[in-house]
């Protein structure tokens, strides 16, 4: 990792789990006070403020890597996105699908409705993975023994949700490595399934779950799948701190051959996140001044081990995220 890449990673990453810090206490405070009287109010709060820390990774995607992302969808479909419930059935090709789905959430005004169902250790991350939890994601441990409970409690969760959620199910269970596709070809082969060329085989016991405890409440399941162009390189969080911008494709439709079926939609790219990120940045500024005169009493090695321990504690909780 080049010096401009480690010193993206160090600002970016204290803004980060600055603002982050500040969210989740918000969450905290908002879960133990509001939810268990209005569990609806609770979310249309918590909506608003996961969006003040999301919007901090769209800024990423849209500002800082300049990520364009192009969407292909039916007309029908398309313009009701975040208008109703639904269920996103997505592949998993790298480490940003579920950015790219986050940007495509941002520009339908469902953000902070956005919730995936997720490995359970994705739970423990710092800040974003505590801000999930806050927002009712579902973390599963990959044992349907204790899965299947989870999942049932899970979905009766969201019958009362108060605003138009995105629920992302990534059904091949894990990411998209050449070695898996290999590995699930062979099994295909074996069991006498179709061969897949593109994508791993499905695990279908939490796709059944939730069309099975979903569908009387949500209308719609949008089939996407996320793509990059051939001569693109596939967009990965690391690529983009180093500003390697790429152009990835969230659709609803698509025909694997660098070809598509449907129109073509323009997402553009809203100046909300630029705006987050710059309030966020502002207000650190002004609190590590703050700091810094707080601090002009101790003596200077104090202060510099004090800026070091954080500046380590950021560049390793930044390791784990990416």
């Avoid at 993206?8 to 969450?27: D, H, R």
């Avoid at 269970?173 to 074996?190: C, D, H, S, Y």
């Avoid at 009387?216 to 390189?233: E, G, L, M, R």
Wanted: contains cysteine.
């Amino acid at each position: 990792m080049g010096f401009p890449a480690a010193l993206a990673i160090v600002l970016i990453g204290i803004v980060f789990f600055a603002s982050g810090l500040v969210v989740n206490l918000v969450q905290a405070v908002t879960f133990l006070f509001f939810r268990p009287f209005s569990k609806g109010l609770y979310r249309r709060i918590n909506k608003v403020v996961a969006e003040m820390l999301w919007l901090e990774l769209i800024w990423l995607v849209d500002w800082w890597a300049n990520l364009k992302v192009e969407v292909y969808a039916d007309d029908e479909t398309f313009n009701l996105l975040g208008k109703e419930h639904a269920m996103l059935l997505s592949n998993h090709r790298s480490d940003v699908d579920w950015l790219i789905g986050w940007v495509l959430a941002e520009r339908s005004g469902c953000l902070g409705s956005s919730l995936a169902i997720m490995k359970r250790e994705n739970k423990w991350l710092p800040i974003i993975g505590w801000s999930m939890w806050f927002s009712d994601y579902v973390f599963l441990t990959r044992s349907w023994d204790k899965d299947e409970s989870t999942l049932k409690s899970g979905f009766e969760r969201l019958v009362d949700f108060p605003m138009p959620f995105w629920l992302a199910v990534f059904a091949e269970g894990t990411r998209f490595t050449q070695a898996k596709l290999e590995a699930a070809q062979e099994f295909a082969a074996a069991k006498g399934l179709p061969i897949p060329r593109n994508v791993l085989i499905p695990r279908t016991k939490g796709f059944v779950s939730a069309v099975t405890h979903l569908r009387a409440f949500v209308p719609a399941i949008y089939d996407c799948t996320v793509a990059v162009p051939k001569d693109q390189p596939s967009p990965t969080l690391l690529r983009m701190f180093r500003r390697q911008a790429s152009v990835d494709a969230a659709l609803d439709k698509f025909l694997v051959k660098d070809t598509f079926s449907e129109r073509k939609h323009d997402i553009g790219r809203p100046k909300k996140s630029l705006c987050v990120a710059i309030v966020w940045s502002t207000l650190l500024v002004w609190a590590i001044a703050s700091l810094f005169q707080w601090l002009s009493h101790l003596g200077s090695w104090v202060v510099i081990a004090i800026l070091v321990t954080l500046l380590v504690i950021i560049m390793i909780g930044m390791h784990i995220l990416i």
